[in-house]
């Protein structure tokens, strides 16, 4: 078990999206620790700080780990049980002797094993800023660290197991799955700032603030008037309370990891039920390509109907039903009601958006394709027509009623969309990049986050230019993208 978890651990650190996710952790330690006389803060309690003594410094970083690895780590790790399936290397691990157990076990310790090495960067980043900014160089390792150990190792853990247990549940292994984390997270997020949460919640505690302050506490990017006012973090009080919470965190997320040993069954079920596994089938053809090579008459009308019978082919006939549902609604209800869920239905559909060639297993089949940059223009044209055709009920609304600036939003929300899943998807090759970032977008803006408004229903954001013209510079990086990678191969 331990020699499988190391293995799989060796296997995902040589990616380039772990590098990249090391370095966000850098850039979250410098958001956790600002500068004396800056005007934000991830952490207020009642308008006061901790001084930055080793203590305060593990504590809020440690916050800022159990607060956003458990969003971004998630999608980071959770591709550990589909990987083995994809490359094969499932049916090797159906015919050995390792329980299943053993294999849940082994991927929730690499799982944990990923995110806790970006904590550890997170810790000696916070070391470093102790120092930069001055206030205490004084460093107490014990201090420093026994707050990633309580605070953030229990939440990331969870957080691991999680992963594995969306994974193992076919329900959930999806991009429902993904899109469900992001309101789980939420929720936690909120309810466990709390001190009276379940299990000690993200772990903050109570703390004696000078006569007259409140103890309202504010965990977050915060944006802050004045530089906040500085008073003596105690430290982490290490209560029965508080370790037996924090203990059974680390039960209730073991359970959580070996839950899926009840109907997952490592691979092998074709030999369970008596039949032979089906032989591997070739990639399907890439129905959006034409049989032969483009001849001087075809027109890009041909290969957008056949991208846009890629983006829609499987859905299933209650999704129809509802996308035709939002659709009349469009026409009858006030635009920013029906819009916004309009503009989430086929989250799951625009999340294929540059990730087909890689999915399909077309790639080499496309790297051949004579006009690239055509191909994936017409993939963005498809994801912009769903939009349109979801959206076009608002659209005829806003028409009759002469609002004319209403109708710039939502053209500039039909570009956008497509175009942030085109990009998303072209760096990455994976949907579940999309489906986190544009629901967490999504979620913000019907909580009245004008800055964040791309549907231009708040009308207090920057305007239908703006997000049209993100939406060009994400089709061109798309591009661009896609051109240097192909010529590299």
């Known amino acids: 078990m331990i020699a499988a978890a190391v293995a799989d651990f060796r296997e995902r650190v040589r990616r380039p999206a772990y590098l990249l996710m090391l370095i966000s952790a850098i850039g979250l330690g410098l958001l956790a620790v600002p500068a004396v006389d800056a005007h934000w803060s991830v952490l207020v309690i009642g308008g006061f700080r901790g001084r930055y003594t080793s203590g305060y410094v593990g504590m809020v970083t440690a916050l800022t780990s159990a607060l956003w690895l458990t969003l971004v780590g998630f999608y980071l790790v959770r591709d550990a049980v589909a990987r083995d399936e994809r490359t094969g290397v499932g049916q090797l691990i159906a015919a050995s002797p390792m329980r299943t157990p053993a294999y849940l076990a082994a991927k929730l310790l690499s799982n944990v094993a990923v995110l806790v090495s970006m904590t550890a960067v997170l810790a000696g980043t916070a070391l470093v800023l102790q120092l930069l900014r001055g206030e205490s160089r004084v460093v ?74 409140s103890q309202d506490v504010g965990l977050g990017l915060m944006y802050v008037d004045e530089p906040l006012k500085v008073f003596e973090w105690p430290g982490l009080r290490l209560s029965p309370e508080f370790l037996g919470g924090r203990a059974g965190l680390l039960l209730v997320a073991l359970a959580l990891a070996l839950l899926p040993a009840l109907w997952f069954h490592r691979f092998d079920r074709p030999a369970r039920a008596g039949r032979a596994a089906p032989a591997a089938e070739p990639p399907a053809r890439y129905a959006g390509l034409p049989r032969t090579a483009p001849r001087r008459g075809a027109t890009f009308a041909r290969l957008l109907a ?70 994936r223009l017409a993939e963005f044209g498809a994801g912009v027509l769903l939009a349109v055709a979801i959206g076009l009920g608002s659209a005829v609304r806003l028409a009759i009623g002469g609002d004319w600036r209403g109708l710039a939003g939502w053209a500039a929300g039909a570009l956008f969309i497509p175009a942030l899943a085109l990009l998303l998807g072209t760096l990455t090759g994976a949907p579940r990049v999309f489906q986190a970032v544009y629901t967490l977008l999504w979620y913000l803006m019907i909580n009245d986050t004008d800055a964040l408004d791309y549907m231009g229903i708040l009308r207090g954001g920057p305007g239908a230019a703006f997000w049209a013209g993100a939406a060009l510079v ?16």
């Open 140 to 213: 107490d390792p014990v201090a420093l660290l026994l707050p990633f150990g309580l605070v953030a190792l229990p939440m990331l853990v969870v957080t691991g197991a999680v992963a594995l247990l969306f994974e193992a549940t076919p329900v959930l292994r999806g991009g429902l799955g993904n899109v469900l984390w992001v309101f789980v997270w939420m929720v936690g997020a909120i309810g466990g700032q709390s001190a009276h949460a379940p299990f000690g919640g993200l772990g903050l505690q109570p703390v004696n603030l000078p006569a007259g302050a």
């Open 474 to 489: 994400f089709v061109a990086g798309s591009l661009s993208w896609a051109a240097m990678r192909e010529a590299r191969r």
């Open 306 to 375: 056949g991208e846009a019978r890629i983006l829609v082919a499987g859905a299933p006939p209650w999704w129809w039903l509802g996308a035709g549902a939002l659709g009349l609604a469009g026409l009858a209800l006030p635009r920013g009601a029906v819009l916004a869920f309009a503009w989430v239905w086929p989250l799951l559909l625009w999340s294929r958006l540059g990730t087909q060639p890689a999915l399909s297993g077309t790639a080499a089949i496309l790297g051949a394709y004579p006009a690239p940059r055509r191909r």
